[in-house]
RNA sequence: GCCGGAGUGUUGGAAUUGGUAGACAAGAUGGACUCAAAAUCCAUUGUCCUCACGGGCGUGCGGGUUCGAGUCCCGCCUCCGGCACCA
């Protein structure tokens, strides 16, 4: 290395700290630029994975300050939640004590990458000043009706010993530890995201600047679905369910009918039969089932209640079973079986030999399973005939005159389960009073703070219970004895709403001040990882419209333009700590520097792809950096003062379509084609100075190229703009200018081709026409040899590019 | 199974609207410099045929549209991510 990057790096990362150079207030003469990663865990360990994502937000904050924006950067700490507490369980160490050590590790893990931050509004969420608020917010959403608590199933992690959403279940595993994850019966806080689920649905359409796949992901997860909801009469018996069916327009084809194990009126239904028996054994082995053993069994179990239900539309009975295939979670918990339409009811059908019909005329040759399309209705009644559209309506007009069913509109969204038994997070703001039952803590008395416990391990309840003196309390109501709630509140509540706090962070009186809001909101662009695109990514959507519901928050979506940056990858697998294959930066900073890694992260591929980590990639960036360095210090050849000549402007137009390419692939998000740009200008002008440059226009030249690079690798870019003479701070530079005279391609490569094939070249004035295009192609004595003897049957004239002679 | 996304040299990747496939790197080979090595610089580097000029083939596979397809359409294969009995 011909230049001591420990030296400049360290100089100007104080500089920029002593300057405050990213430290911004509000500003309304100047446009706003609101740039926010997603906050991480503060892990203390970072390793060149999150310097990839982290080099990708500190070239955005950079380049917007640099294009003028008042450009705010903030950053903070997700520090609630089961790493630090497991953290704690293993090591005895308070989780505020790790914390506070894993923070200012990684502050200064950030400090060396170069990544520049409005420290100013740096928070965290364990600290009282924050979580403080997650408790007004509960509040807010408990006096709206948003906020409940109720029993419910619950996904329980054992190991974990704690309640799970069903977002971090995954195929039946605890998202965090991967145990087994069981179904129990708790008293639980919800949120109700369900009264949003339409807006959040219909407004993915308006973000137009998100992935699609994650607004795909998204939609899918509400999971909209439009059907009718109608009543059966029991036969035998005086009592009568309700079922939510995508495809009214099939009821004829119903054979049977099926209530989920759950469901309330399977009880009844067998009570003093006997199958009840039968039925109450299938019940307690469902519930003792966990969903991985339920989805193993793979092929459909149910079991018949004895009773029959009544077809409304053509007076038919059909057996009712009871069966684990339907859900008590969605739509009514009981559905009619229509096993001609619909695959697992035949597939159940089959298996209990039952009955099949037809109601949708399926294609010709289709045999041997449901047929779920389109198709004329048959076996129908007065449906008869009826496309799939027309049957439906019809037959929710039926429903609707007859008094027992109606259209609706169900969601695969649930309520958003919030409580955790866990220590680690905020408390929940309740306490719970023998005579006024569960009563708010008054806003007054917030933050309810988190007690000091010895023992951190999760019993089955959360720590907190046991810490006598913290949880009895008296009622803010009738000022008897009361007991506090022990839960705390997951996590996810902390993260959906850090980003309206970074713009007023120290607000000790309110949440945050409403006009700063206003100022700085929406996020800009918003970057993280594709792994929060559902939940993270809905759950702050949902706050923020709740916010704006309250008029606190002008906007109803939070984030503009968000990138989900993909992963890095080494032998194989995910870099992580618990994969084992971590690279640490530390030997590469002492060897490469900092600018020398993060060239290299933003050149090794797509942000958005995941990326293989190559350990002697750095050495080719680092290279580069050197090849900077000689140039603009002289050492790659001296430059004369001299008067203009031809081969001047030719350097000066390197530089300008630099500036014009790397501006786009940066608006773009093309980084990895942005660094290639800046490597030819560097070596164009390298050759452009040892063939003999003039000093002044290596000068432009150069300043261009530095301010090209300095959002990629800002130390050496400082460094060689000051020592050329320069004696402004680089990062508040003006981004490069280009001349559109000097960009634009004066002399290009016409290409003529003969059938499709390139046959010959020649360099032509850009504003040639058609027809000249075509005479010097049919011209080219190479074009001729290959057209021959043949015929030539037209000519593709696509000036200034391209040719195309197309012979028989 | 359903919904997304991807498949290009030895490797990472480029080709932004259908118009020169392989930019820029990494690696490799040869050369210069050196006592030697490292570093640096220069050259070559998809594949096959040819001494060469030049030509054939080539973007997962099979078809198609087009003067022209890595790019568009149809049918497959493989990999990655998400969801997974949602009626």
Redesign the pocket.
Known sequence: MSYDHQKIEAKWQERWAAERTFNVVEDPSRPKFYSVQMYPYPSGELHMGHLRNYTYVDLVTRYRTMRGFNTLAPMGWDSFGLPAENYAIQTGTHPADSTASQIVKMKEQLRRLGAVYDWDRELASHTPEYYRWDQWLFLQLYHRGLAYKAAAPVNWCPRDQTVLA??QV??GHCERCGAEVERRRLSQWFFRITDYAERLLADIDTLDDWP??VR??QR?WI?R?E?ATFTMQVDEIDAAFEV????PDTVFGMTFAVL?PEHPLVDELVAGTDRAEDVRAYQQKAARASEIE??A?GD?TGVFTGRHAVNPVNGQRVPIFVA????LG??T?A?MAVPGQ?Q?DWDFAVKYGLEIIRTVQPPDDFEGEAYPGDGVAVNSGFLDGLGLDEAKERIIAWFEDQGIGHRNV?Y?LRDWLVSRQRYWGAPIPFVSCDACGLVPVPESDLPVLLPEVEDYTPKGASPLAAVEDWVNTVCPDCGGPARRETDTMDTFVDSSWYFLRYCDPHNQESIFDPAKVAYWMPVDQYIGG??HA?LHLLYARFITKVLNDMGLVEVDEPFRRLFTQGMLVKDGAKMSKSKGNVVAPDEYYDRYGADAIRLFEL????PT????W?D??V??TA??L??VWKLATGEAGEVADRGLEPRDRDALVAAHRAAA?VT??IE?F?F??AV?AL??LT?ELTDYVRRGGRRETLDEAVGILLRLLSPMAPHIAHELWERTGRDTMLAREPWPEWDPDLVRHERV?L?M?V?????D?LEVDAGIGAEEAERLALASS?VKERIGEGQVEKV?S?PP??V?V?VS
């Open positions: 069903n977002e995954i195929e699609d796949r795909t992901m899918n999971g679905s059907g939510y069916t995508t495809r989920a339920r989805l069994e459909k684990e295939y339907v859900l969605y739509g918990g559905i619909d697992r169900n695969r594709v792994e559902i050149f090794m591929g797509p792809d995941d990326a293989v190559s002697n990639g050495e080719g290279r580069f050197d090849r390419k786009d692939d773009r093309s990895n084609t290639p490597m030819t070596n490569t290409i081709q059938n499709g094939k390139v046959r070249r190479r593709i696509r590019k391209l195309n197309v």
